[in-house]
């Protein structure tokens, strides 16, 4: 296989940036869904809070400036692209433009660390569409492998976790929950992939990170309709459970007072979103004031220079005839290619949160 590649592409969710794009969005992301309006209108009403355009696209602007930063100065220096599943710039726009530049083969950073039908399947699907939608001058693209377990990734979490801590309390610190959460999926989604696994090994290493053996992971952003199964417990029904002084779902992780302090790591995601900055820091955030615990959450892991640093050295394992395939942990380091049977769903038509 040749390691030749003319440039990067940093492919994600997509976002709006005006107030007037928020419904035109949202009705992009829901099309062919069976979604009701009011349901629409709910996730809509939660752009309001941040001057109705979503924080994704300005965080990955910076992402993608600091990654040129990186190659510029390193190796290798390829062109940095951008290209969203859901609002603009689209990927198959995006392609048009690297084609028009001469790219023939690129490689693809996805915005998300873990294995999933949602986070790493269909992205490779909207690659699909996007290249027979250019037609026969799309550049090839290959993906990047997930990063779950990299040091780039592992290592600003511990940091950001310790530093999270640091904001408790000295006299309540050891007495403090560490609760990761992550973003909610389908069980029937989560039966075909790897998501579960990866999260509580990521989880793991963070927590041995921080001398924390005992630790929780829940879910958030949940959208589906009730009578869909979807990964829990929720971060919510976990804090009404410690505030009282109990974990109902895990009677191995017994609390026999209630909880006063906690520490949530999102550790699900990479930057401070719109399920980051509104789910945790507004809506978990007000929940925790009314059960009275003190809410602490650590930074996602942004532009960190160990990430960017990541980023390349990614770059640098599909461009090298021996690479060092850099992972934490026991599960190594993940695929290059994926299998033809990797992360298989048949999404059903159904509500999603916004980014």
């Known amino acids: 296989m040749s390691h030749t590649y003319d440039a990067l592409i940093v492919i994600s969710f997509g976002g709006p940036d005006r107030p007037e794009d928020v419904l035109p969005f ?17 996730v809509a009403e939660h752009y309001d809070h941040f001057g109705g355009k979503s924080p994704i696209n300005e965080q990955n602007r910076a992402l993608i400036a600091a990654v040129e930063k990186e190659l510029a100065e390193q190796e290798p220096k390829l062109p940095v692209y951008w290209g969203n599943r859901n609002w603009h710039p689209f990927l198959a726009d995006t392609l048009r433009q690297m084609a028009a530049d001469g790219v023939r083969r690129a490689l693809a950073f996805f915005t ?3 294995s999933s039908y949602s986070g790493c399947r269909q992205y490779l ?3 699909v569409a996007a290249r027979e939608e250019v037609g026969p001058s799309a550049p090839q693209i290959d993906k990047l492998r997930v990063f779950f377990n990299h040091p780039g990734f592992i290592e600003p979490m511990i940091e950001s976790t310790w530093a999270a801590f640091g904001q408790i309390p000295v006299e309540r610190r050891d007495e403090a929950l560490l609760v990761f959460t992550a973003h909610s999926i389908p069980t029937a989604m989560a039966a075909g992939c790897r998501y579960e696994e990866q999260l509580h090994e990521a ?4 927590g041995e990170g921080v001398n924390r053996p005992s630790w929780r992971l829940v879910y958030q952003s949940r959208s589906g309709p009730p009578r869909q199964p979807w990964l829990g417990p929720d971060i919510c029904e976990l804090l009404r459970n410690v505030a009282g002084g109990s974990l109902a779902h895990d009677p191995s992780h017994p609390m026999p007072r209630p ?9 699900g995601f ?6 980051v900055l509104y789910d945790l820091d507004t809506e978990v955030q007000k929940l925790c004031g009314e059960l009275g615990i003190h809410m602490v959450r650590a930074a996602t892991v942004g532009t960190h220079p160990r990430f960017i640093r990541m980023i390349r050295e990614l770059i640098e394992e599909r461009m090298t005839d021996e690479p060092n395939r850099l992972a934490m942990g026991t599960l190594g380091a993940s695929h290059d290619v994926c299998p033809d049977d ?6 059903a038509r159904a509500a999603t949160s916004g980014r």
Do not use: F, K, Q, T
Request: proline share 6%.
């Open 125 to 127: 699907e909207n690659i």
């Open 26 to 42: 949202l009705e992009n992301v829901l099309r062919g869904r069976n979604v009701p309006r009011e349901r629409l209108l709910e």
């Open 112 to 114: 998300s660390a873990y």
């Open 203 to 206: 989880c793991r290493l963070v």
């Open 342 to 347: 990797c992360c298989l769903y048949a999404p």
């Open 270 to 275: 990479i930057s401070d979103h719109l399920e």
């Open 259 to 267: 909880v006063r302090d906690v520490v949530v790591v999102p550790i």
